[in-house]
């Protein structure tokens, strides 16, 4: 049973930081690409970043120089570390992968 759990989330000022974490089970870990999405309220869900099997990052112009994905295959671990948080980066963030999602964990950037 796959499964993906995201935590992190929570609520801070804008200019502050975040790291929001994805658990993964159930899966090969390895050699899937690991993404975060994001769908603020009244939105439809963007993306926001990914990852590849190899480590190779990509991000939405939106959060690029702001936020770093990055993966722990031991841990079987994907990580969203956000700094320079804005109002507008409140939404419901989840990880996903293979088209398996988490259940979201929310962020609120206060200005």
């Known amino acids: 049973q796959v499964q993906l759990v995201e935590s992190g989330g929570g609520l801070v000022q804008a200019g502050g930081s975040l790291r929001l974490s994805c658990a993964f089970s159930?899966?090969?870990?390895?050699?899937?690409?690991m993404g975060w999405y994001r769908q603020a309220p009244g939105k439809q869900r963007e993306w926001v970043a990914s990852?590849?099997?190899?480590?190779?990052?990509d991000y939405a112009d939106s959060v690029k120089g702001r936020f770093t994905i990055s993966r722990d295959y031991a841990k079987k671990m994907v990580y969203l570390q956000m700094n320079s948080l804005k109002p507008e980066d409140t939404a419901i963030y989840y990880c996903?992968?293979?088209?398996?999602w988490g259940q979201g964990t929310q962020v609120t950037v206060s200005s």
């Open positions: 990852i590849t099997a190899g480590g190779t990052a």
């Open positions: 159930g899966i090969i870990f390895s050699i899937y690409t």
């Open positions: 996903t992968t293979s088209n398996y």
